[in-house]
């Protein structure tokens, strides 16, 4: 899709950029950094490690698009994703995060104006296509940040997610 012609082309490219490229590839970037062990280190009982956090998305992102957008059996057992004590191999994560991002992916490009308006319900909460998408979105990059903070703050490094960019760039208002 080059610049999108309606706002339900805008509104998937820009999902489909968050959703399925940026967050993703932060979360290999922060695999690359991390051990096994670190991966599936949790510091307290209250809090889930980043292995958990992966199986976590990949579980709500098949519930919500693949399954609930995308009509397809709902086969998920929440509560594993974070009973889950590791370690599994970290490319068993890299692959369940790929094939999720591959299916979410395939929903998305093939949506239907209908399917924005559509309301379903997921997890007892009804809402629309887009509600549920936004939801899924922001969901995953909020759980994108608490990897990478891990990461940072295990290795004391800056990720460079934006290391190309000049990101002190002014805004420049359009001519009219």
Not at 26 to 32: S, V
Not at 43 to 58: K, R
Request: aromatic letters at 6%; a negative charge.
């Amino acid at each position: 899709m080059s610049h999108p012609n309606t706002i339900e082309e805008g509104f998937i490219k820009e999902t489909l950029k968050r959703l399925c490229d940026e967050s993703p590839s932060r979360i290999h970037k922060c695999l690359d950094e991390l051990t096994e062990d670190e991966i599936w280190f949790r510091p307290n009982d209250q809090t889930v490690s980043v292995g958990n956090l992966i199986l976590h998305l990949c579980g709500n992102v098949r519930q919500y698009i693949i399954s609930g957008i995308g009509e397809v059996k709902d086969v998920r057992v929440r509560d594993e994703e974070f009973n889950e004590k590791g370690p599994l191999p970290t490319e068993d994560l890299r692959t369940k995060l790929n094939e999720t991002i591959s299916g979410t992916r395939a929903v998305l490009e093939n949506l239907k104006k209908d399917d924005f308006t559509k309301a379903t319900c997921i997890q007892g909460f009804t809402h629309t296509g887009v509600e549920h998408i936004l939801n899924v979105t922001q969901h995953f990059a909020y759980h994108t940040g608490q990897i990478t903070y891990f990461v940072k703050s295990k290795r004391a490094i800056d990720m460079k997610y934006c290391a190309n960019m000049n990101l002190n760039v002014i805004n420049e208002t359009p001519a009219t």
